[in-house]
């Protein structure tokens, strides 16, 4: 199998790029090439597994242009090589499944989140993934959507050969070490956490202006670094008149787990999702949440007071004092559903689903 469309892993920064991991370790049966983009690697990117083979492209950090090169590249490799089934991550890089199709190679595609209404996006680049999402939709022999309400957008002949398949999580303990959190000035059980990449779709700014109006909220960590420039981040840190943000950068391992076990409170105030992977990780470590009312955080049965409208800072900032007001106490969630091997099993089958339908036409 070959696996295109993100920017690779481990040690890469994303929601995606996390979600493939977590499958594609657990799938021991099926020999894979995963295409990587080398401008996103780094050292923590060079852990190996039995059946993954890497394959590493050259690529760009220019948005708008980063995928459509690496899908490029990524896709002439393919046709030279010619896996039994293709495996093609997000809308964008979907543009290119009428090609494999061409190349008459199977193919499944997860659709993670509909991009074209991300802010950061021009007008012409929207209507761009717009074209590429019809693309992906109709050329794709399976689908898998980890939005139900996404999918349930689509025509019958869409939603046929698709299924919805959760992200899913791991289990996990809480670390009893604060040296991270001693060594960038945080104050255990006295700051909000949000992670995420610092982009305008996570609505960090949102948080930010809450957390000012609020006297009691000490400090918010944002465990997160920037995609393609630093706008974003010079944003948030002049809206953060209070001075309470602390930015830990991309954060990972023993490092991340130190900062769920010992966090007040888990804020996602993102106006786009998928399917947040974030959020289960704050559910596993059993924080209190405040979230934004958007379809992705409907998916998970979480009680009315935990949501907040997306985008008002108002609403945000009274959600986030009724939090702070109850008992610090562990909260426990029903996590069954988001195992991760099940998903990938799951996931599995739809390769068969794929490699059927092309042999039966």
């Known amino acids: 199998m070959a696996v295109i469309g993100m920017r690779g892993f481990p040690g890469v920064q994303g929601g995606v790029e996390g979600h493939s991991r977590n499958i594609y370790t657990r799938m021991h049966d099926i020999a894979m090439r995963v295409y990587r983009r080398k401008a996103f ?17 050259p690529s760009t ?34 543009m290119f499944v009428p090609v494999l199709r061409l190349l008459r190679l ?55 050969k698709s299924i ?3 992200n899913g999580i791991n289990k996990v303990t809480r670390s009893t070490s604060t040296s991270f959190l001693d060594e960038n000035g945080i104050i255990p ?34 465990a997160g670094t920037n ?18 943000i602390v930015f830990t950068g991309y954060t990972t391992g023993e490092n991340l787990r130190q900062l769920y076990s010992h966090a007040r409170a888990y804020v996602l105030s993102s106006v786009n999702e ?34 907040f409208a997306a985008g008002n800072v108002e609403a945000l900032r009274d959600a986030i004092q009724h939090t702070l007001e109850q008992p610090d106490e562990p909260i426990h969630y029903d996590l069954e559903k988001y195992d991760w091997q099940a998903i990938a099993e799951l996931t599995q089958q739809q390769y068969d689903l794929a490699i059927a339908s092309v042999k039966h036409k």
């Open 106 to 160: 199977p193919v499944v595609l997860t659709y993670h989140s509909p991009n074209y209404e991300h802010s950061k996006w021009s007008r012409p680049a929207r209507k761009l993934l717009r074209c590429c999402e019809w693309l992906s939709l109709r050329y794709s022999n399976r689908i898998i959507f980890v939005n139900k309400f996404q999918m349930m957008k689509y025509s019958q002949d869409v939603q046929d």
């Open 41 to 57: 690697l780094s050292p923590r990117s060079s852990q190996t597994f039995p059946n993954i083979t890497y394959v590493d492209l």
């Open 61 to 94: 950090r220019i948005q708008g242009f980063e995928a459509v090169l690496h899908t490029l590249l990524s896709v002439l490799h393919i046709a030279r090589h010619r896996p039994d089934v293709v495996h093609v991550h997000n809308i964008g890089p979907g």
């Open 274 to 307: 998928g399917f947040p992977m974030v959020m289960l990780e704050a559910m596993s470590f059993a924080l209190p949440l405040v979230v934004s009312d958007i379809p992705a955080t409907r998916q998970v049965d979480l009680p009315e007071e935990n949501y």
């Open 189 to 222: 059980h006295h700051y909000l956490l949000a992670v995420g990449r610092l982009t305008p779709e996570k609505g960090f700014e949102y948080l930010v202006q809450a957390a000012n109006a609020l006297p009691q909220v000490q400090q918010v960590v944002i």
């Open 227 to 244: 995609d393609h420039s630093n706008n974003y981040q010079e944003l948030l840190t002049r809206l953060d008149t209070g001075k309470k």
């Open 164 to 166: 919805f398949i959760p």
